[in-house]
């Protein structure tokens, strides 16, 4: 038996899946039991998991000793993984990652390519720039909303 709890809409559920057999599942509710008709069977062994951005250690103060000022570039290179996030739309495994970090890309390239529901969809960019971040790998399975790389 799983058991889970949710919060929907400010209120708090308590799921505990008892049986799953095709595509019908044994449900209690906070104690009600249901049984649920499943659009697609779940497949015990595949769960998905999600995917979290890697956070860097955070860098060593300098110390307060005058520094001469370095010469300022034209166009200075954006620190890893500032920027706009390219967000997954919704869940489902990376198959192909198109792009790496330090890449230049415009409004509609494919960046990635997510499977979901046996179909391959492009994730395209939103916003033209530098790829800062790459976040996920290909094979990794993630949620909507999870972000996958930043463009800068």
Known sequence: MNKYQYKVQGVDYEVEIEEVEGNIAKVNVNGIPFEVELQQPINAAKHPTIVKPKVEAPKPVASAAPVAAAPVAAQPAAPAGAGNPVKAPLPGTITTINVKVGDTVAVGDVVIVLEAMKMQNNIEAEYA????????TPGDSVMEGAVLLTIG
């Not at 720039?129 to 996920?136: I, L």
Request: proline share 0%.
């Open 129 to 136: 720039g530098t790829v800062t971040s790459v976040v996920v």
